[in-house]
């Protein structure tokens, strides 16, 4: 018999909407945001951020419980956190909440946890309704969907270098009418660099259009080996030129499409990684 698994959180995140809802139904799993009776399920996976009153359901329910560590650090203050302020975060977090096992975003926040427990590092999957757009000939739209508040200082050089090139910078338009993805981030501080998901670049891969990135270590773990990495201005002009060729461009998509992680692949092994917990 299949284990009866509850998928709960605060309901409100990005995050929550992807790890919670989207693979919380593609495991078949009950999805309960705030929810405060989970008598009837044999186990609950906790998402990102998790306030007192379900730390308290959780442990009136006694049963095993997963924390999907996503994004979990406070924000924004945590995004210029150093790597001590990080570690001890983190650290005295998993101390305080005792989870049964961990998701992780990546392998560096399993590292730095010293978690020794039950794990899966569990990339985050694209967007279900993203699917490889068309190579066009000629570079027309570069895009970025997200905050402004993580793009900050890079949206107006980006805005620039696209004006420079006759091209048109798309933020939080329709991702697949670009041909060019962004997923820059201003923030330097630990978290922001060493454990944020790999989100947006999955949302690319998916796309299958070349990516412009941060050197994040998600981006780098989970990439198809043909993204651009950038750390300053003049890095991201060398890379938009170096996009500019037709044919490159095509290769490119085709390595992002096959790295792509999608949604049924990654809730299988989830779903597999879960029913095998010994608890």
Not at 81 to 96: H, Q, Y
Not at 102 to 110: A, D, E, G, K, R
Request: with cysteine; aromatic share 10%; net charge positive.
């Amino acid at each position: 018999m299949k284990a009866r698994i509850a998928v709960t959180g605060k309901g409100t995140s990005g995050s929550w909407k992807v790890r919670g809802v989207q693979l919380g139904t593609a495991i078949e799993a009950d999805v309960l945001p705030r929810h405060s009776d989970f008598s009837g399920h044999d186990l609950v996976v906790a998402i990102k951020r998790i306030p007192p009153e379900l730390v308290e359901a959780l442990k009136r329910s006694k049963k095993p419980w997963v924390w999907d560590i996503v994004d979990a650090w406070p924000q924004p203050v945590g995004n210029s956190w150093s790597e001590i302020e990080a570690v001890m975060w983190l650290r005295a977090e998993i101390d305080r909440l005792k989870p049964a096992a961990i998701v992780f975003p990546n392998s560096q926040m399993l590292h730095d946890s010293l978690w020794s427990g039950p794990y899966l590092v569990l990339p985050h999957h694209a967007w279900p309704k993203y699917h490889p757009v068309k190579t066009r000939q000629m570079v027309h739209t570069v895009g970025y969907e997200g905050g402004d508040r993580y793009l900050g200082y890079w949206h107006q050089i980006i805005e620039w270098e696209c004006k420079k090139r006759g091209w048109y910078f798309s933020f939080n338009g329709n991702m697949e009418d670009c041909d060019i993805g962004i997923a820059l981030r201003c923030e330097q501080g630990y978290p922001a660099q060493h454990w944020k998901s790999n989100c947006k670049l999955a949302n690319l891969q998916a796309l299958a259009i070349p990516a412009i990135c941060s050197p994040e270590k998600s981006y780098k773990e989970f990439g198809s080996g043909a993204e651009s990495f950038v750390l300053a201005p003049e890095d991201l002009a060398k890379a938009l030129d170096g996009l500019s060729a037709y044919q490159d461009r095509v290769l490119i998509g085709a390595s992002m499409s096959r790295a792509a992680p999608r949604l049924e692949a990654v809730a299988k092994d989830y779903r597999r990684w879960l029913e095998q917990l010994n608890f």
